[in-house]
């Protein structure tokens, strides 16, 4: 909308996150106030860490103070393409099964909302549809930037880090769909203290705000040797007003949290950032960027592989790890600094390879 009166694409970057967190903080207090009439609150897991049991009602299904600013926010600063389109449709496939999972929750008061086959089979469907959607759409653009010889790339490649572009062919569409369903769920997991998921994904989606800008900068994507797509820049307006949203969410969700997420915010997140990452063709810097998302992912599959080859025995006092440093005493709190932290390391550590590129050209 207003993407047409603000040309500069660093000036919409600016105003997205700005319109963002204002519309977070502006419908926060009616949607946690509507959520509490409603008695839309948290469940606590019986065999979870028993401090958490006093959250036991604490309004839920609060991402929506982060999607609909994020949406909003799109709408107004975009220039619509069909990067923008596949980014937003698997964010909103993802929050309607968060949405039916916590809804799930309510109405038949079970902590663990659909099963897992349920949602897994709907977060399938949701990242097939966007592989698809990248893989045949006909007007999408990739080329490797060289200064001497462009060169068109397919839309199969992704982009490894230092080494270059590498062309995935017939696993590109199993690829996508492990990178995406594995994103979501990763940022599920680590949904599980006062303002950790909101605060990491700030720190992930920061280093794709600059990657969306570089790849769709023909000539800083030259510079730096990196894949050019054509419109990609746009990318960055929806990651700069998921920075402000989640910045406005954390307003209400810091210790002590006066809202949850829930699924609905959790599986969209993910659903999100790893949509960018494959729109970007920087499916691996993912990897290494949301490397805190994977350590909590990969802290569950070990403990239950672990669980089960034993016969009960626990690697971790419990999974997701950030539970197990709880138990071993540290403050929620303290918890959360520190894995935020280890996120800006890490989205740091990414955004240096991603620049490396330079050196392997």
Request: charged share 10%; glycine share 10%.
């Amino acid at each position: 909308m207003f993407s047409s009166i603000f040309a500069p694409l660093s000036i919409r970057i600016i105003f997205s996150i700005v319109t963002s967190f204002l519309l977070a903080m502006i419908i926060a207090p009616k949607v946690i106030s509507n959520l509490r009439d409603r008695q839309i609150g948290q469940t606590i897991r019986e065999e979870g860490v028993k401090e958490h049991l006093k959250k036991a009602g604490i309004p839920t299904m609060g991402g929506v103070i982060i999607l609909i600013p994020m949406l909003v926010t799109s709408l107004l600063w975009t220039r619509i393409n069909p990067f923008v389109v596949i980014v937003l449709a698997t964010t909103v496939a993802m929050a309607l099964i968060g949405f039916f999972d916590d809804i799930t929750k309510v109405v038949r008061a079970r902590s663990l909302g659909l099963t897992p086959r349920q949602k897994l089979l709907g977060q399938i469907l949701a990242a097939l549809g966007t592989a698809l959607a990248i893989k045949f759409y006909p007007d999408l653009r990739f080329e490797l930037a060289s200064p001497e010889n462009p060169t068109a790339i397919a839309n199969t490649a992704t982009q490894l880090p230092v080494i270059g572009a590498f062309d995935l062919g017939w696993f590109y569409l199993p690829f996508v769909i492990a990178v995406i369903v594995g994103a979501t769920n990763a940022v599920n997991l680590t949904d599980g203290l006062d303002g950790l998921a909101a605060g990491t994904m700030t720190a992930a989606i920061s280093p794709f705000l600059i990657i969306a800008y570089i790849c769709g900068h023909s000539i800083f994507a030259r510079h730096l040797g990196v894949l050019y797509i054509a419109g990609a820049g746009e990318l960055s307006v929806i990651c700069a007003s998921l920075i402000g949203g989640c910045l406005g969410f954390l307003w209400f969700n810091s210790h002590p949290a006066q809202v949850f997420m829930g699924d609905t915010g959790s599986l969209a997140l993910g659903g999100a950032i790893g949509a960018i990452a494959v729109c970007s063709k920087t499916e691996f810097f993912l990897a290494i960027i949301g490397g805190v998302f994977v350590m909590e992912a990969m802290s569950v599959i070990l403990q239950v592989s672990y669980f089960k080859m034993t016969k009960g025995k626990r690697i971790f006092k419990m999974s997701p790890i950030h539970h197990h440093f709880e138990l071993c005493g540290w403050a929620e709190e303290k918890v959360v600094i520190k894995f935020w932290t280890v996120g800006v390391m890490l989205a740091l550590v990414g955004m240096t390879l991603f620049a490396a590129r330079l050196a392997a050209i």
